[in-house]
């Protein structure tokens, strides 16, 4: 058998090309439909974790899959915002625990989440290195965003202008990282925290700048100073200026994105999905778990469509491979008949073919479970980049 | 070393057939076969090897019928005793010229590959004037260095009998002559059975056969 699979690497590594074109055409056979299934698997597995550790989410009407996945992955559009006042009236019931999250902006790639401490706690998020944030423009960053931004505790990072042909739009904030967050294997590791006052700065509703003089001042509109263009305004909060920050408005007017319902127990929730469900109600509530079972039940469906169609094309790759066998054997007849002549047995003839076919196999089959293993790392990720 | 009595060979398509009522070569003969092209030389080599085998008759090489015996014990039987030798040479083109020259060795479990077979093949290979071609691609030989390669293979295993099909037939003169001497310098303990059309070569041998006589 040695001999016989010497004498097959030798004649598979002389026919380099014919034997890669081979190894791909069966790799893709065994690869599509199993990395399809990991895929789809680890990706259900994925959401449906997530999800489930999520009760309810409050938000503005509009689509409910958006929704759940900027509150849960914190990737999808934003959704329209709605007032912070929801969380009081969720609070008020007496219902629920009301967490919100204000998801719109990002530094780089990583995205800024507005929130307050009680998400920690929600999430089981642990500080790892440096601190939780205290004061208003400190952050913490996720374990992969501290990563890929290069922060530890004490750096800086810069929330990214939402369009930098708008001279008149929101300045960039300059965030201080006071803590890294410890791996939770979730979409909180890519995430930076804000406090969700923080998050209200970069859009503008908070700002701070030094004292107005008298000469600086053009008007003013009830209680609010119109200053000309010569104010600095300041683009970083650090301790000599934070006095100089305040909010323009009432903060319960201020937008958040979506709101954690975390009832206190099963007839809470049920009493809480009820009240809204009015006609003219301007929020939804979802159960991220019936979001997420519905898209993944997609997902499954175009998967089944998916895999039909790989059933095909893999049924006549393997009917073109077996093809190709058995012209390369017609072409090898004189091969063959020559190793006959000198006395080869029939059984090493045999066995010849079947370890070109076996090592053929082997080689598909593990580059199969190459990209197998490499599609269970990054399938879930690259299934959630199509759907968003 | 071979006796043939009463032999009617026929292939299933076509109509050749090969009569002969009695031949004899004794061992360590060398024996040249000459006909017209058709007349059966060939036919009668892949019967004395016993790559077919005939539907009356007997054949004895050396101690075997190989004539009676399966299909199994014949390809055992050649590749221990017989050294077969074709125009074209017949290598494979995927192997070197060393694992070329060993390859019965690895077709076979009748014989085993070893250290000791693989220094034969160095020495082979170095006394026909390729030892420092061993680890060369076999496309890019000449072709009487090919035709040396393919000696090579056919000598390893030390045959008894020797069967080649016009060795010479696809060489120019020079290494036509080089060709022959390693053949006979090599098989001179063995039986040498040889298919050729040159008739120049014909006083080298012990015996030469005609095919338009021996054959009916």
């Given at each position: 058998?040695?001999?016989?699979?010497?004498?097959?690497?030798?004649?598979?590594?002389?026919?380099?090309?014919?034997?890669?074109?081979?190894?791909?055409?069966?790799?893709?056979?065994?690869?599509?439909?199993?990395?399809?299934?990991?895929?789809?698997?680890?990706?259900?597995?994925?959401?449906?974790?997530?999800?489930?550790?999520?009760?309810?989410?409050?938000?503005?009407?509009?689509?409910?899959?958006?929704?759940?996945?900027?509150?849960?992955?914190?990737?999808?559009?934003?959704?329209?915002?709605?007032?912070?006042?929801?969380?009081?009236?969720?609070?008020?019931?007496?219902?629920?625990?009301?967490?919100?999250?204000?998801?719109?902006?990002?530094?780089?790639?990583?995205?800024?989440?507005?929130?307050?401490?009680?998400?920690?706690?929600?999430?089981?998020?642990?500080?790892?290195?440096?601190?939780?944030?205290?004061?208003?423009?400190?952050?913490?960053?996720?374990?992969?965003?501290?990563?890929?931004?290069?922060?530890?505790?004490?750096?800086?990072?810069?929330?990214?202008?939402?369009?930098?042909?708008?001279?008149?739009?929101?300045?960039?904030?300059?965030?201080?990282?006071?803590?890294?967050?410890?791996?939770?294997?979730?979409?909180?590791?890519?995430?930076?925290?804000?406090?969700?006052?923080?998050?209200?700065?970069?859009?503008?509703?908070?700002?701070?700048?030094?004292?107005?003089?008298?000469?600086?001042?053009?008007?003013?509109?009830?209680?609010?100073?119109?200053?000309?263009?010569?104010?600095?305004?300041?683009?970083?909060?650090?301790?000599?200026?934070?006095?100089?920050?305040?909010?323009?408005?009432?903060?319960?007017?201020?937008?958040?994105?979506?709101?954690?319902?975390?009832?206190?127990?099963?007839?809470?929730?049920?009493?809480?999905?009820?009240?809204?469900?009015?006609?003219?109600?301007?929020?939804?509530?979802?159960?991220?778990?019936?979001?997420?079972?519905?898209?993944?039940?997609?997902?499954?469906?175009?998967?089944?469509?998916?895999?039909?169609?790989?059933?095909?094309?893999?049924?006549?790759?393997?009917?073109?491979?077996?093809?190709?066998?058995?012209?390369?054997?017609?072409?090898?007849?004189?091969?063959?008949?020559?190793?006959?002549?000198?006395?080869?047995?029939?059984?090493?003839?045999?066995?010849?073919?079947?370890?070109?076919?076996?090592?053929?196999?082997?080689?598909?089959?593990?580059?199969?479970?190459?990209?197998?293993?490499?599609?269970?790392?990054?399938?879930?990720?690259?299934?959630?980049?199509?759907?968003? | 070393?071979?006796?043939i009595?009463?032999l009617?060979f026929?292939?299933?398509?076509?109509?050749f057939r090969l009569v002969i009522?009695?031949l004899?070569?004794?061992?360590?003969?060398?024996v040249a076969f000459i006909g017209p092209s058709g007349s059966g030389k060939t036919t009668l080599l892949?019967l004395?090897?016993?790559?077919?085998?005939?539907?009356?008759?007997?054949?004895?090489?050396?101690?075997?019928?190989?004539?009676?015996?399966?299909?199994?014990?014949?390809?055992?039987?050649?590749?221990?005793?017989?050294?077969?030798?074709?125009?074209?040479?017949?290598?494979?083109?995927?192997?070197?010229?060393?694992?070329?020259?060993?390859?019965?060795?690895?077709?076979?479990?009748?014989?085993?590959?070893?250290?000791?077979?693989?220094?034969?093949?160095?020495?082979?290979?170095?006394?026909?004037?390729?030892?420092?071609?061993?680890?060369?691609?076999?496309?890019?030989?000449?072709?009487?260095?090919?035709?040396?390669?393919?000696?090579?293979?056919?000598?390893?295993?030390?045959?008894?009998?020797?069967?080649?099909d016009?060795?010479?037939?696809?060489?120019?003169?020079?290494?036509?002559?080089?060709?022959?001497?390693?053949?006979?310098?090599?098989?001179?303990?063995?039986?040498?059975v040889t298919v050729t059309h040159?008739?120049?070569?014909?006083?080298?041998?012990?015996r030469v056969i005609d095919f338009a006589e021996l054959a009916t």
């Amino acid at each position: 058998m040695s001999d016989s699979l010497y004498l097959a690497w030798r004649y598979m590594r002389h026919h380099r090309i014919k034997t890669a074109i081979l190894v791909a055409s069966i790799t893709l056979i065994v690869f599509l439909p199993a990395g399809l299934q990991v895929m789809v698997s680890r990706t259900a597995e994925q959401l449906g974790a997530r999800a489930r550790s999520t009760p309810l989410i409050v938000g503005r009407k509009g689509s409910a899959l958006e929704l759940a996945l900027n509150s849960l992955y914190f990737e999808s559009k934003s959704p329209d915002a709605m007032r912070m006042t929801q969380a009081a009236r969720i609070r008020d019931t007496g219902l629920a625990r009301a967490i919100p999250l204000h998801v719109r902006f990002r530094t780089r790639k990583q995205p800024i989440v507005g929130t307050t401490l009680d998400y920690f706690a929600f999430r089981g998020l642990r500080v790892e290195q440096g601190r939780q944030m205290a004061l208003l423009g400190e952050c913490v960053a996720g374990a992969d965003a501290a990563r890929a931004l290069g922060a530890s505790p004490g750096d800086s990072v810069v929330s990214a202008p939402e369009n930098i042909f708008d001279l008149a739009g929101v300045y960039p904030l300059k965030m201080r990282v006071v803590g890294v967050l410890a791996r939770t294997f979730s979409p909180d590791d890519d995430a930076v925290f804000v406090d969700v006052k923080t998050a209200w700065v970069i859009e503008g509703l908070a700002h701070g700048h030094a004292a107005l003089k008298e000469g600086e001042i053009l008007s003013r509109k009830g209680g609010t100073p119109v200053a000309n263009a010569s104010v600095v305004q300041y683009t970083e909060i650090t301790p000599q200026n934070i006095d100089g920050f305040h909010f323009h408005g009432d903060p319960g007017e201020f937008p958040v994105t979506a709101i954690l319902a975390v009832p206190h127990d099963a007839k809470g929730k049920a009493l809480l999905m009820g009240r809204y469900l009015g006609r003219d109600e301007v929020c939804q509530i979802v159960e991220p778990v019936t979001v997420m079972d519905d898209l993944i039940a997609t997902v499954a469906k175009v998967r089944s469509y998916v895999v039909a169609v790989v059933v095909l094309v893999s049924s006549s790759t393997l009917v073109s491979a077996a093809l190709v066998f058995l012209l390369s054997l017609r072409l090898r007849r004189r091969e063959m008949e020559t190793m006959s002549k000198i006395g080869c047995s029939r059984w090493n003839v045999s066995s010849l073919l079947a370890c070109e076919i076996l090592i053929v196999i082997a080689l598909s089959v593990g580059l199969a479970a190459g990209l197998a293993l490499v599609t269970n790392v990054y399938g879930p990720s690259l299934i959630r980049e199509f759907i968003l | 070393m071979i006796r043939i009595e009463k032999l009617d060979f026929a292939y299933p398509q076509g109509p050749f057939r090969l009569v002969i009522d009695a031949l004899s070569i004794e061992p360590g003969q060398s024996v040249a076969f000459i006909g017209p092209s058709g007349s059966g030389k060939t036919t009668l080599l892949h019967l004395a090897a016993g790559i077919v085998t005939p539907e009356k008759g007997r054949i004895v090489t050396g101690s075997h019928e190989v004539s009676a015996l399966p299909d199994g014990a014949r390809r055992d039987f050649r590749i221990r005793h017989v050294g077969l030798v074709f125009q074209e040479f017949e290598l494979l083109e995927y192997l070197d010229v060393n694992d070329n020259i060993l390859l019965p060795y690895r077709i076979n479990r009748s014989l085993t590959l070893n250290g000791e077979v693989r220094r034969r093949a160095r020495e082979l290979a170095d006394d026909v004037g390729i030892g420092d071609k061993l680890d060369r691609d076999v496309r890019r030989l000449s072709q009487g260095e090919r035709q040396r390669v393919a000696l090579c293979r056919a000598l390893l295993a030390d045959p008894q009998l020797v069967l080649a099909d016009e060795p010479t037939g696809n060489l120019d003169p020079e290494n036509k002559e080089l060709v022959l001497d390693i053949l006979f310098r090599h098989a001179r303990n063995a039986t040498l059975v040889t298919v050729t059309h040159d008739h120049t070569v014909l006083d080298r041998f012990d015996r030469v056969i005609d095919f338009a006589e021996l054959a009916t």
